[in-house]
């Protein structure tokens, strides 16, 4: 029978707690155990379902010397005594049938720092040939030895939940309900998970916004040398050959769709693809609608092209990190 391992690795005792929160999630819906990460199987198979968590140290997974200012600082002696995850997945064997994986780490509150051991370990899953369940997921500790932060837990048993919810054949993470366990909620004006993808697309959405309320206040003020020496020429060029309407449209058709992206994409919000994917083709033909008009002038026309397929490629890219469901009963039952 299909069934469950969440391994962790844990000084201080909160990914602990966080690693038998998520198991009691995951056991609505499918046998688990936990185990510490030393004592760990170091093989897959493909009716498992594998959920690796770990503290966060030097932005990354731990290393022996990382664990070791940790037990420097712990007043009682550490949980994780042998290796971390990093080691344990250098020697993890994964059976062929792609076996469901997820991720989850603990990080401080305060200061909010870049990095997660949770994403590192999804990376070096997907690589070892797992489907990522869920996306990887951060929980929040008051200082560097706990306690965690609140609501941590039940965030921690919804993320279980919705793991063994996708691997049965359940409902899909981020496209149905709300997802309760998303790391960024309670950030300000977070809500949802922003991967590094969100956050390329949010800046090139911003500069794009950006340069073209540039371009639209010159059109407004119809400066005489907007387009170089032919400008007076190219002006006439323009419907009602008012520099203006151009300036307004570009700030419609342009400046408008490329904002809302950006903030979207900042959130982490489903709906930044969509959005992005309109903005980005909306760009590309605002370029081609121009070379109609005034004819290729600058080689702003290109480079904004480019960035228009760019923001679009992002767009559509954005939620590949969430594998399509494959329900696990049928994998295993296909397998008879
Ligand atoms: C050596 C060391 C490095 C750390 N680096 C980070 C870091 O880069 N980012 C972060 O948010 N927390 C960092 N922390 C805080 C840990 O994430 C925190 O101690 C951990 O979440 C507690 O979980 P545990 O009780 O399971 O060990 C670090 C802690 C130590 C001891």
Redesign the pocket.
Known sequence: MARAVVVYE???????EVARAVAEGLAAHLPVETVEVSDAPVTVADDQVLVVGG?????SMSRAR?RQ??AA?ATASVVSRGTGVREYLDRLEVAPGQPWAASFD???ERPR?P?SAARAIEQRLRRKGCRIAHPAQTFR?RG???PLSAGELGRARGFGERIGERVTGGTQPDQTKPDQTKPDQTEPGGSGHRTTRHTLLALLAALMAVGGVGGAVGLFVGAPDFFGPDTAEIYSRLPFESPQFAGAALLVAVVLPMAVTAVLAWRGSRHAAAAGAAAGTVLVGWIIVQLAFIGAVFWLQPACAAVGLVVNYLAITLNRSVEPARPLRRSVASRR
Do not use: E, R, Y
């Open positions: 844990s000084m201080f005792g909160n990914t602990q503290p966060t140290h030097a932005f990382t200012d940790a600082q603990t990080k401080v720092l990095g500790v560097t030895t706990g």
